[in-house]
């Protein structure tokens, strides 16, 4: 289940924190310290390695990836969050394409279901809090590169069946043979005759002039 076993239990700090990366250079080890350093030194901020992790920014050893160095383009910071809340979030985008527009209270009540009741009321709302204040940030405008190459598959998908069933009824009707049969049904009626000569020049009368 794609669904964040990290969250914060507080937002109010999450833009600053998010900004203060896109100012620094990367660590090689993302710590408590490094954090620090960065001016986030109370122990609710130390949830944001975590969160990093369930982004897929760092590893579980603190180490920066790739997602995390393309964050650091400014540029493209919102767009790389945006993809990336959208793998962390799987299941709640299963539910809703548009998840990352829903209220706080509409993710709850999605997060009740997913979670199947297994979490308290005070962990569904710091989740929800913590999924609906990353996609504030993040912008979901661009499409990743995976959405465009299904969209691209559909498209085309769309295009084939048509085409195909135009070949088929061609095909179909190319070889189809008709054909046109004419049917005679002709009754002659012999006259009573014991004069077998009569008959005989009936018969060769049909003979040259019917078959």
Request: charged share 25%; with cysteine; net charge neutral.
């Amino acid at each position: 289940m794609a669904l964040p076993e990290q969250y914060l239990l507080t937002t109010k700090n999450l833009d600053a924190f998010l900004n203060s990366l896109l100012n620094a250079q990367a660590p090689t080890k993302f710590t408590n310290k490094f954090l620090e350093q960065l001016e986030f030194k109370s122990t609710n901020d130390r949830l944001f390695i975590g969160m990093l992790k369930f982004l897929g920014f760092i590893d579980g050893l603190g180490s920066p990836q790739d997602r995390y160095f393309k964050f650091l383009d400014q540029t493209q910071s919102k767009f790389v969050l945006a993809e990336a809340i959208k793998e962390a979030y799987a299941d709640l985008f299963t539910v809703n394409v548009k998840a990352n527009e829903m209220t706080v209270n509409d993710v709850k009540n999605k997060l009740k279901t997913l979670t199947q009741g297994s979490k308290s009321e005070t962990i569904i709302g710091c989740m929800a809090n913590t999924f609906t204040a990353l996609c504030k940030y993040a912008d979901f405008s661009k499409q990743s590169s995976k959405e465009v190459v299904a969209v691209k598959n559909q498209e085309h998908a769309a295009e084939e069946i048509p085409h195909t069933n135009e070949h088929k009824m061609t095909h179909e009707l190319i070889n189809k043979k008709i054909t046109t049969e004419m049917h005679y049904n002709i009754q002659i009626h012999l006259p009573e005759t014991r004069d077998i000569t009569v008959y005989d020049a009936i018969f060769k009368s049909l003979k040259e002039h019917l078959l």
